[in-house]
């Protein structure tokens, strides 16, 4: 895609997100086939010659669906079209502006996210691993350790996403639980009833309507609310 090759830079690499310095050490692919040529990645770089080691870097690992995006405008937009499995973004020296913009496009398009930076502080880096960002790779773009990066940052996102779908199940069961508290509530209040036997008159419609209990619960409450 590129003819030219850029200066690399010798500075040491450092991967913040998670505390994980990866100098030297090959980190394992969390994919199964992450080596495929077929994995889409997305290159996010205005500067030329900085994307131009990132893909270059990226080919020598075997990797070739590779589109290269300089455009920050609409990148969400573009990300959602392009639909991209590992995104690869380059930022250099971003202020805080382009930088929340894109811990909010990790925080939207959950995708494993390797971010590169000439420099950060502390609070950046904490705000790039609530984003979800897998790899903040600090002054250290270089193209023969890139594919230790993409690894790393899949492996992140993998054990983030994990987390995430874990908190949203736990707070979702939760939810549902205080719904059907709510339900049964109602149901000993209106028809002077015990829980256990309001419960069971929950569980007895849920069978005979071939529903879930939380959904018959839903149901009471909305008509309580209605009714009121």
Known sequence: MHEHRARREPAS???KALGTHIDGI???????GMSEPSLRILVVDQNADRAAILEEGLREAGLCD???VREMHGLLRRIIDLDPEVIFIDLENPNRDVLEQMF???RSVRRPIAMFVDQADTDTIRAAVESGVGAY???GLRKDRVKNVLDTAVSHFNTFNRLRDELERANKQLEERKLIERAKGILMKERDLTESAAYALL???A??????IIDVARSVVSTIGLIK
């Open 207 to 212: 069978m005979n309507e071939n529903r879930r």
């Open 203 to 205: 569980r007895s419609a």
């Open 66 to 68: 590779i589109t290269v």
């Open 137 to 139: 790779v600090v002054d």
């Open 13 to 15: 690499l450092w991967i």
């Open 104 to 106: 909010q496009v990790s």
């Open 26 to 32: 090959a980190v394992a692919a969390a994919l199964t």
